[in-house]
């Protein structure tokens, strides 16, 4: 199983390594990973497995919502067949 999390906000330092280091405590592997800087703004989607996660889906959107809110950050985490359901043309 897999889920992708995406991130968008304001530019700032640690970013990648912040939403990382919440997947490592929860043993959830990144797999894939592209991000950008347009102008101040950043972007950044990530492919992770959560077969192994220490926690729920709901309770890892829960942790990274809170410290996208600290860091004025919008952070969403979905399960990868909502995400291919919603996109599907």
């Known amino acids: 199983m897999r889920a992708v999390i995406s991130v968008i906000g304001k530019d700032t330092v640690g ?25 101040d703004m950043f972007v950044m ?3 992770a497995e959560i077969d192994k996660m220490s926690c729920s889906l709901s309770s ?13 950050l919008d952070i969403r985490v979905m399960h ?3 995400f291919n359901s919603m996109h599907r043309i």
């Open 15 to 39: 970013i990648l390594a912040k939403v990382s280091n919440i997947c490592a405590d929860n043993n959830i592997n990144i797999v894939d990973v592209t991000q950008s800087v347009l102008q």
């Open 45 to 47: 989607v990530m492919l």
């Open 60 to 72: 890892l959107s829960e942790t990274l919502g809170k410290m996208g809110s600290e860091m004025n």
């Open 80 to 82: 990868e067949d909502i």
